[in-house]
């Protein structure tokens, strides 16, 4: 057990929704990152919040958003769903100046 | 441009022997890397780094060997056993802590 929690662990929508991924960081870390695991991919990296603000920022698409708030657990939005934005979204987190970083159980999204 | 790259998606090995897994990298300012296991339904697990400084770090059955004039790592599995079956990828952060860049994935399977 990493220590790092995502919620829901499955998700099944509809094209055209929005969802929402939550991710609670390892005790007394302060960054968190997210991540993106489609098909037959490697890991590809989304966006990274540090105690609360912006980063670092990867391949995100416009449709969507993040936010890290002040008791540091992060939330992923991916609004305007559309079929290939079906994957794993996991959340890592550390303590902002090292290296590993430790990863959540993902939450395989579903886009029907 | 894949900047990590593991050019072997699946490797078989018998319990007991060597399992070898290669990983190779474009930038030569890249100076840390990581291995994580993956198991499915589950994240990415940290399991052993090597710094550029060192050529060599060793956890129980798990060495990680750095050939830095190569830009190439390998990592050794010895003696393999059937609970190492999983994929596993190797990492570099672009600076300390930033993302996470993963080369695509190795599946082992080791077979009884």
């Known amino acids: 057990d990493s220590g790092v929690t995502q919620t829901p662990k499955h998700l099944i929508t509809a094209t055209g929704q929005r969802v929402t991924l939550r991710c609670s960081p390892r005790s007394g870390d302060l960054s968190v990152y997210w991540y993106q695991q489609s098909l037959d991919q490697g890991l590809q990296f989304l966006i990274q919040y540090y105690n609360g603000e912006e980063r670092a920022k990867g391949n995100i698409l416009e449709r969507f958003s993040a936010q890290q708030f002040p008791d540091l657990h992060s939330e992923l939005n991916l609004s305007s769903l559309e079929l290939g934005d079906s994957a794993l979204y996991f959340c890592?987190?550390?303590?902002?100046?090292?290296?590993?970083?430790?990863f959540g159980p993902g939450t395989r999204l579903l886009v029907l | 441009d894949q900047q990590v790259k593991q050019n072997s998606p699946s490797l078989s090995v018998q319990e007991g022997r060597i399992s070898i897994l290669n990983c190779d990298y474009t930038n030569s300012m890249f100076d840390y890397f990581l291995w994580y296991k993956k198991y499915p339904a589950e994240g990415p697990t940290f399991l052993i780094s090597?710094?550029?400084?060192?050529d060599k770090n060793e956890d129980g059955r798990f060495t990680v060997f750095l050939n830095k004039s190569a830009k190439h790592l390998s990592l050794h599995i010895v003696p393999s056993q059937p609970g190492d079956s999983a994929v596993y990828f190797c990492a570099t952060p672009n600076n300390q802590g930033g993302k996470l860049i993963f080369g695509q994935g190795t599946e082992l399977s080791v077979k009884p």
């Open positions: 090597i710094s550029s400084i060192k």
């Open positions: 890592a987190s550390n303590s902002g100046n090292q290296e590993t970083q430790y």
